[in-house]
């Protein structure tokens, strides 16, 4: 049988982590022929490429030939950051520029995934144009990362979201659903941060405006540069674990709100808010409420199955 291959073609590196399986999704239920690349758990469904093999990520590139390449790839936990600088910077920075130098060359249209830490979190909502100041080490190579790709690749795009959640295959996954275990066992008390103010964003709507984003570029060259997207509900932790709580009918009264800043690990921006009005202008975006997408998250990961019943019947 002749299958019926897309034409349009995307490579999504990080293909395995939480963000890169929305975006490969994404792209492929909307008749795109997305192929992913992931290093340490690529096989089977993936291409295995160490993205510092500056050999390897020719030979893909110039193999698929893609039109489009989401680099969602990252060393993204601030704490693993600051303790391995030498790794974080190589992924980030030098792995992101060479991505960026291959994709000039055949003429793709290259998404870089950026985050909010670019921004101190003094003076909320930022815009596109708003200067930069990372707080921590992350933030840093993240920016560096950003500065690489554009500098060696005019025509690409920088799409900065903030914290994310989604389908996760272990609740460590995500800095929102790794919290579950928290909210769950109500037996004992938990401290929550209160004090960061974050804006949860679902990785299908991430994935929804990278591909929105990718088809208007195939349309018009001018789509290019530095876009923002962040799901609108502003939320603590603390905040963030009751509402959790309330999703799957389970107390919160164990759950303690810190109002103080952190004082261990890497610094955090107090409010790093992102104006995502570039991207609405351009009739690009998709946010999923937070109970829903968060409900659909964690149900798998429900310790008492019992409530299952009584959240889904």
């Known amino acids: 049988e002749d299958v019926d291959i897309p034409s349009r073609r995307v490579l ?21 022929n997305a192929v992913g690349c992931g290093y340490r758990r690529a096989q089977p469904r993936f291409e295995q490429i160490n993205l510092l093999d500056s050999i390897a990520v020719h030979d893909i590139i110039h193999d698929f ?8 790839a990252a060393e993204r936990r601030p704490d693993v950051v600051e303790s391995q600088p030498d790794a974080a910077s190589q992924l980030n920075v030098a792995a992101s520029a060479n991505l960026a130098k291959e994709a000039a060359g055949i003429g793709a249209f290259l998404i870089y995934i ?3 830490y670019v921004f101190d979190g003094t003076s909320p ?16 190579t993240k920016l560096e990362g950003e500065k690489a790709v554009l500098e060696n690749n005019e025509g690409a795009a ?15 996954e995500s800095a929102v659903t790794v919290m579950f275990d928290k909210v769950q066992f109500s037996n004992k008390s938990a401290n929550m941060d209160h004090w960061q103010q974050r804006f949860p964003t679902n990785v299908k709507d991430v994935a929804a405006v990278c591909r929105q984003l990718a088809e208007k570029r195939m349309l018009d060259p001018s789509v290019k540069g530095t876009f923002h997207w962040s799901g609108n509900e502003q939320m603590t932790k603390y905040e963030m674990a009751c509402a959790i709580a309330d999703a799957f009918n389970l107390p919160s009264s164990h759950l303690r709100p810190i109002t103080d800043s952190p004082v261990v690990g890497a610094l955090r921006p107090r409010n790093a808010q992102l104006d995502c009005s570039k991207l609405e202008m351009l009739g ?25 019943q009584t959240v889904f019947h």
């Open 284 to 308: 690009i975006g998709q946010r999923t409420p937070f109970r829903a997408g968060i409900k659909e998250s964690l149900w798998p990961f429900l310790v008492d199955k019992r409530w299952r």
């Open 158 to 172: 920088v799409l900065r979201v903030p914290v994310l959640y989604g389908e996760v295959e272990r609740l460590e």
């Open 12 to 32: 999504i590196t990080g293909a395995t982590g939480l963000l890169g399986r929305a975006v490969f999704k994404e792209f492929n239920e909307n008749n795109w």
């Open 114 to 116: 950026s985050t909010d």
């Open 125 to 140: 909502p930022y815009k596109e144009t708003d200067v930069p100041n990372p707080l921590n080490l992350y933030g840093k």
């Open 65 to 72: 030939q893609p039109h489009v390449i989401v680099h969602c």
